[in-house]
Every structure is written in C-alpha cells, then in structure tokens.
C-alpha cells in the first residue's frame, strides 16, 4: 500500500476560506485525507464545489446552532462507517466530532471546545476531552489502531506558545488543561510532532487582530496524534504554516500504510 499524506486545518469558516481561494493551495499539496474544523456551516448550505471535490469522497458533521463550529473530512479512501458523535448528546449536538473506521486504523477529527468565554465552558471543555479520551480508549480495545487531529484548543508545554508566562493564567495553557494532555499521553498516545521536532518557535494558530502571524507569535493548538502501536509508521510530522486563508494554518503526518 502507498504511504498516506493526512492533514487537518481549523478554516475559521469553510465557506470564507472557499471564497478567497485558500482551499485550492491545500488540494494541491495532494492530500489522502483532509480533515477540517470549525466549518461553521450545514452541508446544505454549501455549494457544490465545497460538497463535491473530485476524488474525494466527503463527511459533515454541523452544530444544532446556526454559523457555529463543525467539522468535515475529505478522503479519497471510501472508510468502512463515519460516526458523528461519541453518543453523548450534550457533545455530539455542537458538530465537533468525526470518527472514520479505515482498513488499518480509526481516525478522529475533533473540533474541541475553546474554555475561554466563561467557568462554563471551560467546565464543558474538560468534560469533553474526558468523554472523548474515554471513547479512544474504548475503540482502541476493540482492536484499533488510533489517529487522533484536530483544533484541540490547549498549547501542551511552554514551547508550544511564544508567551507562556504571559499566558498562564489563561484559558488554553490553564493547568488543568495542560494536565489532561499529559494524561491522555500518559494511556499511549503520541504527539506526532515532537517526535521530529523538540524545538519551541513553531506554530498553528496566531491572533487576527494583533497581527500576530507576521510576528510569529503563536501558539501550537492543532495536533496529530497517534496510538503508540503507529509511532513506528509515522514517516513526518508538519506544520504548513505558509497556507493562509485562517488565524490557523494546516498541519499534517505523512504514515506507511
């Protein structure tokens, strides 16, 4: 079997990264999978070049609320079923979840909630990182090896985010937040990235109004991980920082399959 080249991208709206042109330079860099967050978007209200992209087969998943996150996976590769939630309505109502069954693994396209806006949703950010670690583990004792991306909304250690100090008391590098990646590291799950790269400085998402992406202070937030029975098969690991059209940029792994 070749090697599969997958990526993810948080869009910031699907439809505004169709209208400045920004999804073709992603399309071109030939990717197997395309996994996409905060469409921000209903499948309906898509046109059809956003639907129906030739040689991929497409999966949405919307929020119950109007303009408001979702995710969706482009594959060339037909999967075997693609879940839309872990079965918790409390979750599966804000179209944050994909979950695609390949041949040799189960991929997992997450939007996960920012904590950021009140003691709420920080609340309801735990409780989804721990229902959604509690349904990696599930899947992956049926049998399955796991890969993991998406937006997870938590830059891991002070190399992961230009300023860390100044950011500590903030949602998205809190130590709660910091912990659970730790924990969910902790049942075998691997950070792709770091597994080439143990240097700060390298990012995935920058503050629009700061201009902050010309500055490259950034924050490290979109990841690819893997159950550590794939590390061995992962090839690279990349940020494509050079992709413009969000206040995030895409990152991607390239695994022997």
């Known amino acids: 079997m070749p090697d599969k080249?997958?990526?993810?991208?948080?869009?910031?709206?699907?439809r505004a990264v169709h209208k400045k042109g920004a999804l073709e330079p992603v399309f071109k860099t030939s990717p197997d999978i395309l996994c996409i967050q905060e469409t921000k978007a209903e499948e309906s209200q898509l046109v059809k070049e956003i639907r129906n992209i030739e040689g991929y087969n497409s999966y949405f998943s919307?929020?119950?609320?109007?303009?408001?996150s979702g995710v969706c996976i482009y594959s060339r590769e037909e999967p075997a079923k693609v879940d839309t939630g872990f079965g918790i309505d409390e979750f599966d109502s804000e179209g944050r979840i994909l979950i695609?069954?390949?041949?040799n693994f189960v991929l997992f396209n997450i939007y996960f909630p920012n904590g950021k806006a009140s003691k709420a949703r920080l609340d309801y950010k735990m409780n989804f990182y721990t229902a959604f670690l509690g349904k990696a583990e599930?899947?992956?004792?049926s049998g399955n090896s796991i890969i993991v991306c998406g937006d997870v909304n938590t830059a891991h250690t002070e190399i992961d985010l230009a300023r860390p100090k100044e950011n500590e008391n903030s949602s998205g590098f809190l130590p709660g937040e910091r912990a659970w990646i730790d924990e969910f590291i902790s049942h075998g799950y691997i950070d792709t990235f770091r597994i080439f790269e143990k240097e700060g400085g390298h990012y995935s998402w920058w503050d629009y109004k700061t201009k902050a992406r010309e500055r490259n202070i950034g924050?490290?937030?979109d990841y690819f991980f893997v159950s550590d029975d794939m590390k061995k098969k992962v090839k690279s690991a990349f940020i494509l920082h050079n992709i413009m059209g969000?206040?995030?940029c895409p990152v991607g792994i390239e695994i022997k399959d």
């Open 5 to 14: 080249k997958i990526l993810s991208w948080n869009v910031n709206g699907i």
């Open 62 to 68: 919307s929020a119950e609320k109007k303009g408001y």
């Open 100 to 103: 695609a069954y390949y041949q």
């Open 138 to 141: 599930e899947i992956r004792k």
């Open 219 to 221: 924050w490290r937030i």
């Open 246 to 248: 969000s206040d995030h």
